[in-house]
């Protein structure tokens, strides 16, 4: 066990410094061991946790452990891109949330990790045609989560969902690479558009708590949506709008606010 971790590492410092954590969050809280030792340190990578993850938290009566299981061993063997997301979703959410000490945290405890993980083998499913899996995905993920996202949605890699309660993401939603979002945001439609009816969210975007993003408007790149915003036209990149109907405040004040979650006003002037 020992030895293949040492290998493991040579060319993972990532599960290296997870396996670490683990054993000393066991030695630290000894009632903890069967957890940790079920989720991380029976397995000897990163990807064969993630499985274990998905399979345990997804099982019902309606479905064995044994087979979403195979189907996400399968989905990260198939598919390097998911685990490569899977990835810079941990780091993003390590370096951006201020709660978050540990790599193991997300893996263990955050349940906006654990649905993105999850829906992203939803979404494998759905590209492979295998649409009722992907819709029992999807509805477990609903179910256990509160994170309700379509399988057909397209989401970016380095995404943090912060708290995760209360999300709705449309079927024809599209979400770039490194955007935070917090608790109870909708990316929905307005019920007037069909088809191509969700918002496309630009890379860096920042959405704050309660925002709701509805139809087919573009948020521009590196913009802040303020919480509790209705977001209801295209927002142009680097600006910050707030406000039901939303409308620019400022600018979005840095380069990436999704990533230095930078959640200061700055006036831009406008008074539009
Ligand atoms: C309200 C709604 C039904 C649109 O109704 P509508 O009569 O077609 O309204 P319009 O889009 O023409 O907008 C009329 C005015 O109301 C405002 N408005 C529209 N929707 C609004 C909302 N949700 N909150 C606040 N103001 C809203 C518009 O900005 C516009 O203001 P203006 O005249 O000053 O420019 C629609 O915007 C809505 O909210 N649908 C529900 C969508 C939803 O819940 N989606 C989630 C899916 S998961």
Not at 89 to 110: G, N, S
Not at 114 to 119: D, F, G, L, T
Request: proline share 4%; hydrophobic share 40%; aromatic share 6%.
């Amino acid at each position: 066990m020992v030895e293949t971790r040492r290998k493991v590492s040579a060319v993972d410092p990532v599960w290296d410094r997870i396996t670490n954590e683990a054993l000393e969050t066991v030695r630290n809280e000894p009632l903890m061991g069967g957890l940790v030792h079920a989720c991380i340190l029976h397995h000897k990578t990163l990807e064969k946790a993630l499985s274990y993850r998905f399979a345990a938290k997804l099982a019902s009566n309606e479905m064995s452990m044994v087979i979403l299981r195979e189907i996400a061993d399968q989905a990260y063997q198939e598919s390097p891109a998911l685990i490569e997301a899977a990835r810079a979703d941990l780091v993003a959410i390590f370096e951006r949330d201020p709660a978050c000490h540990r790599l193991l945290q997300p893996i263990l405890y955050f349940k906006g990790y654990q649905a993105v993980q999850a829906y992203r083998i939803g979404h494998w499913l759905w590209q492979r045609g295998q649409h009722d899996l992907a819709y029992f995905v999807q509805m477990r993920v609903s179910e256990i989560f509160g994170v309700d996202i379509h399988p057909n949605a397209r989401i970016g890699k380095g995404i943090m969902i912060d708290h995760a309660h209360s999300i709705v993401i449309g079927e024809t939603a599209v979400v770039g690479d490194n955007v935070s979002m917090l608790h109870s945001v909708t990316l929905g439609g307005t019920g007037k558009e069909e088809e191509d009816r969700h918002p496309k969210i630009g890379d860096g975007v920042l959405i704050g708590a309660g925002a709701k993003v509805l139809g087919n408007i573009r948020i521009g790149h590196c913009s802040r949506i303020a919480a509790g915003s209705v977001v209801l036209s295209e927002v142009p990149p680097c600006k910050t709008v707030a406000g039901v109907p939303a409308k620019i405040v400022g600018e979005a004040g840095c380069d990436q606010p999704a990533v230095s979650m930078d959640q200061r006003f700055t006036d831009c002037g406008c008074d539009d």
